[in-house]
């Protein structure tokens, strides 16, 4: 599933990172890759803002799309 | 000994810096405030043995390559900066993000050692970073500080400089070679081993809840003009705005020059010095000067908001207008800051990494009225719209206007492949410090009046001279027969479209490019000699010059035609090429024009029923750049059709 499917609350295992190479480098740097943990805390005008480690951070639509999360 | 500072962004580097080093840096609770390294002495209070010690403090960075595997772009950074040793500051309030990039600092080869900052947010949260244990894990010392109170810092500096003097790490924790997933897990011992995490970071807290209101998709954008209408009537309606009226017209209009001109006459001073010194220096700088309760209650205002956090907020809700117009949300926050001064707002386009958004917002950021155009709005309002207190805010409606047309025009006439992405740290909201918000503003004025008596100075005693001499050097009885008017004069066909006619409005414009606010200071010099009539005044000389509809219009045509040259210094060094930075400059003044000409004439057809002066050549000027417009647009549309993208 895609994060940008995810309901707000949803708290899971990341798969893998999809797009450039650039964004899946800088998410790495955040927490954020295969196997790491994320919850959608929110959905703001159009942003979704996560929780990775211990921060929120805001991503657009474009890279909810190429975060894909693992099946319960 | 040379200090360096580095760590994530937002994890106090420059609060630090300012503390240990007396400077008063931007600071401002959003990831990627400092945009380039700065340099400056430690404080005595902090100096051991009264050695000399530099600090540099760097911009923040998540990683040492942060975008390719190949660049080590940070790590170039710390090795250019040749440190003794190297401050990490970790934000203890996200250990385990922080303790990723302190393994790559360790492999530099410099001696390294911890800041743990933000001890206070880590208490409040009752959660506990055992010291000892982190420091005999990362083999590195580590110090407890909390930046915002100077807490630890002291024995931050000791540590540091004993720790140059150990050449070499006994221990070695990671490798350049170790990769990035093992690196991850090496960090995630480390936190687990050191950090008793007694909260639940994925709950959903205060600060969410807020930001589902303030950011909310119907409720953000209302709220975010709400609090930009706060800040600007508390600055020019409110308790800056009466200041300044006073200093204006009481103070620099009446008792200054009244007590300087008896004083100047009681020792028999030569009349042309006298002139001089009263109309040039006193009525130019005064003219400016008596704004600088407004500027600071604008800046206090303006760093009381970047303190508290809401600006990454409002990044987030305008990141979907801003892409339709080819910008980025964070497109937003150097407009905010822009709206103070422009150059740091442009320097504060740095934080946009995809490189044709930033030339856009670097283009536009200088369109949002800046403090130096405020007194050129004030003037123009109590002359030709006395009473009436939709002119302000008018001004402001007009700007987010201009700023998105002119977005989708040069997200028309500029091809690039769109491949933007949004990812924006949302720090936790704090109650903005007082403390801090008033130095910014101390910090502010000093510049301002230090400006006024510079740059603004010399340049209105030039002005002085250049309005009351001839080219060979003699008094002139007549003003239009000095050196500005016939400067004034060359400049003023390019007027004409917009129906402004006398050459002192050419000469008023053209020292705006030196500083805005030379516009208020030019026309306070070259009235003042001419008339007794204070400038400030409802229906003043001005009104001898512009109709209200006119005036409106070169209230515009200074706000969208290019900025001061010290913010198109800014614009050059953001831009990265001579070629770009031209484009903007022409885009800025085909702006200009296109905006004054329009409310100049098509608004005195409006409300006057009649052409003004220059009705023909303002069409014609208005038809060129649509001519001009159109085959700009084609050219881009041909070229995106060879490249295969699709608009």
């Known amino acids: ?72 | 000994m040379k200090i360096a500072l580095a760590g994530n962004p937002n994890s106090g580097k420059t609060t630090l810096f300012n503390a240990i080093t007396g400077k008063t840096e931007y600071v401002g609770n959003w990831a990627g405030v400092t945009v380039e390294k700065k340099e400056a002495r430690l404080k005595k209070k902090y100096e051991l043995n009264h050695e000399i010690i530099k600090v540099v403090d760097l911009p923040g960075a998540y990683s040492i390559a942060p975008f390719t595997s190949e660049e080590a772009i940070t790590r170039d950074f710390v090795v250019e900066a040749s440190p003794d040793v190297i401050i990490n500051i970790v934000d203890g309030a996200n250990l385990e993000r922080s303790l990723f990039f302190t393994t790559q600092l360790l492999e530099i080869g410099i001696p390294v050692v911890v800041a743990l900052n933000k001890g206070d947010v880590i208490d409040k949260r009752g959660e506990e970073i055992s010291v000892e244990k982190l420091s005999s894990q990362l083999g590195v010392p580590v110090v407890q500080t909390v930046a915002v109170t100077e807490k630890g810092l002291k024995n931050l500096i000791e540590i540091a400089a004993e720790a140059c003097k150990i050449n070499k790490l006994t221990y070695q924790l990671t490798t350049v070679e170790t990769s990035d997933t093992d690196r991850q897990k090496i960090v995630k011992e480390i936190a687990k081993h050191t950090f008793v995490q007694k909260r639940d970071a994925t709950t959903v807290r205060f600060s969410d809840k807020v930001d589902r209101i303030v950011a909310h998709k119907i409720w953000g954008l209302p709220i975010f003009f709400l609090v930009m209408w706060a800040v600007y009537s508390l600055a020019i309606e409110g308790p800056g705005g009466f200041l300044s009226g006073y200093f204006n017209d009481t103070l620099f209009g009446e008792v200054i020059p009244t007590v300087v001109t008896n004083f100047l006459d009681s020792i028999n001073v030569n009349p042309i010095l006298k002139d001089l010194i009263v109309e040039g220096a006193l009525g130019g700088v005064g003219a400016v000067v008596g704004f600088l309760p407004l500027i600071m209650v604008l800046f206090f205002l303006l760093a009381l908001m970047e303190d508290s956090g809401y600006m990454s907020r409002v990044a987030v809700i305008m990141d979907r207008y801003f892409k339709k117009i080819g910008l980025s949300g964070k497109s937003i926050i150097p407009m905010i800051v822009g709206s103070g001064c422009s150059i740091p707002g442009v320097m504060a386009t740095r934080t946009i990494e995809d490189m044709n958004e930033k030339r856009m917002t670097v283009i536009l950021t200088p369109f949002v009225p800046c403090g130096a155009k405020l007194p050129i709005i004030a003037l123009f309002s109590a002359v030709f719209f006395p009473g009436s207190s939709w002119v302000g805010p008018s001004v402001y409606i007009l700007a987010i206007g201009v700023i998105i047309i002119s977005g989708l025009i040069l997200k028309r006439i500029f091809v690039w492949e769109a491949e933007s992405s949004f990812i924006l740290e949302l720090p936790e909201y704090k109650l903005p410090s007082l403390k801090h918000a008033f130095i910014q503003m101390l910090d502010k004025a000093k510049g301002f009046v230090y400006k006024a008596t510079t740059i603004i100075l010399v340049m209105n005693t030039l002005v002085w001279f250049m309005q009351a001499y001839s080219w060979s050097l003699i008094p002139v009885e007549d003003q239009s027969m000095s050196i500005l008017a016939s400067i004034g004069t060359w400049i003023g066909p390019l007027l004409i479209p917009m129906g402004f006619v006398g050459w002192q409005l050419g000469a008023a414009a053209i020292t705006g490019f030196v500083a805005k606010e030379n516009v208020v200071s030019t026309f306070a010099i070259l009235l003042l000699a001419a008339s007794e009539d204070a400038l400030h005044m409802p229906g003043g000389v001005l009104t001898e010059f512009f109709t209200p509809v006119t005036a409106y219009a070169y209230l515009a045509f200074n706000l969208f035609t290019p900025p001061c040259f010290a913010a198109i210094g800014a614009m050059n060094s953001e831009m990265g090429s001579k070629k770009w930075l031209f484009k903007g400059l022409g885009f800025q003044f085909a702006v200009g024009f296109a905006v004054a000409t329009l409310i100049a004439q098509i608004g005195s057809l409006i409300i006057y029923g009649a052409p003004i002066t220059g009705f023909v050549p303002g069409m014609v000027l208005l038809a060129g750049l649509s001519i001009g417009l159109f085959i700009l647009i084609k050219k881009a549309d041909r070229k995106r059709t060879t490249l295969g993208l699709e608009d």
């Not at chain 1, 798969?15 to 919850?39: D, H, N, P």
């Open chain 1, 1 to 72: 599933m895609v994060l940008s499917k995810a309901g707000i609350g949803y708290k899971g295992n990341v798969a893998r990172i999809e797009g450039k190479e650039k964004i899946k480098k800088f998410l790495f740097s955040l927490g954020c890759y295969e196997g790491e943990e994320i919850t959608l805390i929110s959905i703001l005008a159009g942003n979704y803002v996560v929780n990775i480690k211990d921060s929120r951070y805001a991503i657009d639509e474009a890279m909810a799309k190429n975060i894909i999360l693992a099946e319960h």
